[in-house]
């Protein structure tokens, strides 16, 4: 009885499946029929030229001939680009890959909603919006300590809010409306201000916001390790340009004086404002009155408030506090009464900093997932403008600098000369003109990634002799081998498709940032394929002689040689996805913790302070910086609370 009631419920599934896919057959056989025959109505393909319904011909490159149009580009360039693409807008791979050198063009499209926390007024200059609320509430709204933990302190230590780390520096932040740096005697009132409200503006986009740049990497940190370079290199520009001297060195927060640089700049060439990461995805808007409409105007609670606590106890001197020189608590000096107002204030102080916890780890949940992409915002390859292949940069993107003894002002003019001219276009940045290279790389490191470290981690296992590991390898290549070595091509032909197959434009290329991209695509992938394809054809030999109980004395050699081919090719690759992940999966209420530069879940993260370090992170001699760790952790929620204690 039971087993029949099992295998019925397992066979209706599948013939309700099949009548599924035959109906989804039949719909697509008519859609087919439709878009192919149906010539009174006919569907226009918007491929987005000129609206003529016709697809543009892409038939001057085809899979025997795309080399020959193929531009000269070094691996180590064509690897920082195919990097750069896939990396971008990723939060995860912007922290990981945390200098970026290059502008890209972004669209943010009409009905975007953006956030912006702080002073209730719409801003009348630039000013930071967030793509997610909770990043700009987490700034907006940082907590106060109360109980003893309030003692000679003005805030939380906790995580998340700038000045909380160390060279946090205060009101040196991005989506906080409260943007100027405080002077001594505000912070001082602003301690006070326990019940202080803040308010939250949500924008919305009115029109497509298609003059935006995009700066990759970690561009948010508060770093002088290179994050900044692009904005600093801009700004420094446009400075000479101005015979502005200003000198940035010495200054709290030199964004500042970058971004209104950049906006006054861009204003006769339309430009809407910039993308840069923190803990998630920000952007500098130039001009709220273009584009951009009110439609939310929220006043947020303090946590004591939304709670419904009394006004807190201020624990001075002046207030009749046993507190030492030290600014500490004598507790032995406390009065009955002290003591029992001091258990309740604790009570709720500790709530409360539980509660900012909770904000944190909001933020940094919305944060990490746009590990994934801030796919709000979209790219516009055609016209990116970078410093790779313009000089020489330091192959790993944690090494390499923009502003440097090495890299000559006259390539800074350059770029900026070229962010003018992408810029001056009527027409704006269009993604839907663009091929989207970053779907495309997609589809590469998602085959290859898994693909080469099941071959790798198989080959290097200590099960079984030589010839039963390259067997066993085998199982994770052969199908896509032979699925391109087609019996009568010849071996490179086989393998120039299977590199036409995984790095075809969509559209025709157009542009010199088309042809670099490209051909940085075409250059990796044809790396890839080279090397799957001779182990391949190296270990052919002792799959064939373990099947025919043949021992090989050298399989060993051989093995180490594949070994070292392949590491050799993820060394050159430098694929995030290939090198970074938490051993196991997190659940749904945690995340794989990528730390951030600046504010993180566990305190200020600088890459350039020795010292500075919280969870995540190692030092790098060579390049006198914290980088990212390969071996990531899960964090969840707990993780946060307890950090804070
Ligand atoms: C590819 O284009 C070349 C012209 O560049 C043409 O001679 C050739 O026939 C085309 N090959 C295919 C397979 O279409
Ligand atoms: C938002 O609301 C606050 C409180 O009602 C008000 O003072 C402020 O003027 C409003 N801001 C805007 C831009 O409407
Ligand atoms: C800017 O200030 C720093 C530190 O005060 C100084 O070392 C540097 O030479 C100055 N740069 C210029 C261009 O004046
Ligand atoms: C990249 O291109 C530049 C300019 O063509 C060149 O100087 C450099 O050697 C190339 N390679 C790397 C890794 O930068
Ligand atoms: C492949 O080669 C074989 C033998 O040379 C030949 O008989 C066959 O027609 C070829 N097939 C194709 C598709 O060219
Ligand atoms: C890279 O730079 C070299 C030297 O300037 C140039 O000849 C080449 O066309 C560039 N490659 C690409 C793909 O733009």
């Known amino acids: 009885m039971e087993s029949r009631f099992v295998s019925n419920l397992k066979k209706s599934p599948h013939g309700l499946l099949s009548k599924v896919l035959i109906v989804g057959i039949l719909v697509n056989a008519w859609y087919f029929y439709y878009l192919t025959f149906n010539t009174s109505n006919p569907i226009r393909v918007n491929w987005g030229f000129g609206g003529s319904g016709k697809a543009p011909s892409l038939s001057e490159l085809n899979a025997s001939n795309f080399r020959d149009y193929v531009r000269p580009l070094e691996m180590g360039n064509s690897s920082a680009i195919f990097n750069t693409v896939n990396d971008a807008l990723k939060q ?122 995009y700066f990759d990497g970690g561009s948010a940190a508060k770093s002088s390790s290179g994050e900044l370079d692009t904005q600093q290199l801009w700004s420094n520009v446009i400075g000479k340009q101005l015979g502005d001297n200003t000198n940035e060195t010495d200054m709290h927060m030199p964004e500042r004086l970058y971004a209104s640089r950049i906006c006054e700049w861009g204003k006769p060439l339309g430009l809407d404002g910039f ?22 105007n929220t006043t947020i609670l303090s946590n004591d408030d939304f709670v419904g606590l009394p006004a807190p106890v201020s624990l001075t001197k002046e207030n009749g506090w046993p507190i030492g020189d030290d600014g500490k608590l004598i507790e032995d000096q406390l009065t009955e009464e002290q003591k029992q107002i001091l ?12 509660l900012s916890a909770g904000s944190v780890y909001d933020h940094s949940k919305a944060a990490q997932f746009r590990d994934e992409g801030e796919r709000r915002a979209r790219l516009d390859f055609r016209y990116m403008v970078t410093g ?28 900026v000369a070229d ?33 080469l470290l099941s071959i790798y981690d198989t080959l290097r296992s200590n099960e079984g002799t030589a010839q039963e590991r390259a067997r066993k390898a085998s199982l994770y290549y052969t199908n896509f081998v032979r699925r391109f070595q087609d019996t009568n091509q010849s071996f490179k032909k086989s393998k120039d498709f299977a ?24 250059n990796v992938v044809s790396e890839v394929i080279d090397t799957v394809f001779d182990v391949s054809e190296t270990l052919n030999p002792l799959i064939k002689s373990q099947l025919d109980g043949v021992e090989l004395s050298d399989s060993d050699n051989v093995i180490s040689n594949v070994l070292i081919s392949i590491e050799n090719l993820m060394s050159t690759l430098k694929w995030v996805e290939l ?14 913790y990528t730390p951030s530069w600046g504010p993180s879940p566990f305190g200020w993260n600088n890459p350039d302070v020795q010292g500075s370090s919280t969870i995540g992170l190692k030092w790098k001699d060579d390049f006198n910086r914290y980088v990212i760790d390969e071996n990531q952790q899960c964090v969840n929620l707990n993780t946060i609370i307890n950090n804070k204690h």
């Open 579 to 592: 090198n970074y992940r938490c051993a196991e999966s997190c659940g749904y209420d945690g995340f794989c």
């Open 343 to 354: 258990e309740k204030e604790d009570i709720y102080g500790s709530y409360l900093s539980e």
């Open 499 to 522: 590199v036409y197959q995984y790095a075809t434009p969509m559209v025709p290329l157009r542009t010199d940032a088309d042809f670099l991209i490209w051909s940085a695509f075409v």
């Open 92 to 213: 995860r791979n912007s922290d990981i890959h945390s200098v970026g050198v290059s502008f890209i063009p972004a669209v943010i499209p009409q009905g975007t909603l953006l956030y912006h926390a702080g002073v209730a007024e719409i801003p009348d200059g630039f000013e930071w919006v967030a793509f997610d609320y909770e990043f700009s509430l987490n700034f907006g709204t940082r907590g106060r300590s109360r109980g003893r933990n309030s003692v000679g302190r003005g805030r939380f230590p906790g995580p998340g809010g700038p000045g909380s780390g160390p060279g946090g520096k205060p009101g040196a932040d991005s989506p906080d409306g409260d943007k100027k740096e405080p002077s001594s005697g505000e912070q001082k009132e602003q301690k006070q201000n326990f019940e202080r409200r803040t308010s939250m503006l949500t924008f919305q986009a009115t029109r497509d916001l298609n003059k935006v740049i």
């Open 275 to 296: 993308i840069r990461v923190e803990m998630a995805f920000e952007m500098v808007i130039c001009d709220f009155s273009n584009g951009l409409e009110l439609v939310s």
């Open 388 to 415: 790779i292949n313009r000089t020489w940069l330091h192959p790993d993107p944690n090494g390499r600098r923009l502003i440097s003894d090495a890299v000559p002002e006259t390539v800074h003019e350059e770029l």
């Open 419 to 451: 962010l003018k001219t992408v810029l001056s276009s009527d027409a704006g940045f269009d993604h839907q003109l663009s091929t989207d290279w970053q779907n495309v790389a997609r589809e590469i490191t998602a085959k290859f990634s898994p693909m």
